[in-house]
């Protein structure tokens, strides 16, 4: 298999290691990537990025290439924490960023800082993202996105919390989740706006 690269950005071009197999990391394709990012190129600028199950740490890299402040990689498995850390150095992005070694529940119960963009991409099949997204509703910024990777026909809830799933993209077997944050004041709007 090739190796993933950074699609876009001041890091354009750079090659990116994994760790072999997909039990930990599970690379994500180039045209899944490409749409999730021009879907928030608009919030890249300046964006405080968090980086759940990071594995190679492709997303969040992408994300510091295009123009994020920082990122926050959070992975359980060392092998993989290393190998986010030798690709941020390959990128030249290291002084951007954290890497975490923790569970991602642990990292969301514990968070104190709000992120503009949350990525996530956890291993297939275990129905991770819904158990999560109450624990990520809690850090996302006002005017914040989440982009949540699944397999094609996961559950995913429409809201969860401040959180509003506003499209869901289908690359073969893989989806695509996107969450925004929602004020009070416009799910009281969407609320008015359902049949009774």
């Known amino acids: 298999m090739d190796r993933m690269r950074v699609i876009a950005g001041s890091a354009r071009g750079v090659k990116l290691s994994a760790l072999p197999g997909e ?4 690379p994500t394709i180039d ?29 969040g890299i992408e994300a ?31 002084g951007k ?19 503009d963009l949350i990525l996530m991409d956890p291993p297939y099949h275990q129905g991770t993202v819904a158990a999560l997204l ?14 949540a990777e699944t397999e094609y026909g996961a559950q995913l809830p429409e809201r969860c919390g401040c959180l509003v799933c506003r499209k869901h993209y289908k690359y073969g077997k893989v989806a695509l989740a996107r969450y925004e944050y929602a004020d009070e004041e416009e799910l009281a709007d969407e609320n008015s706006d359902l049949p009774r």
């Open 23 to 26: 039990e930990i990391t599970r």
């Open 31 to 59: 045209r899944v990537k490409e749409s999730m990012f021009s879907s928030v190129q608009f919030l890249l600028e300046g964006a405080e990025v968090l980086d759940l199950f990071a594995g190679s740490g492709q997303l």
């Open 64 to 94: 510091l290439s295009r123009g994020a402040k920082r990122c926050v990689f959070i992975d359980y498995d060392r092998g993989a924490c290393e190998i986010v850390r030798q690709n941020l150095r390959a990128a030249g992005l290291a």
């Open 97 to 115: 960023a954290s890497v975490s070694q923790t569970q991602a529940q642990h990292f969301l119960s514990t968070a104190r800082e709000p992120f």
């Open 134 to 147: 109450p624990l990520v509703a809690r850090v996302v910024k006002p005017g914040g996105v989440v982009l």
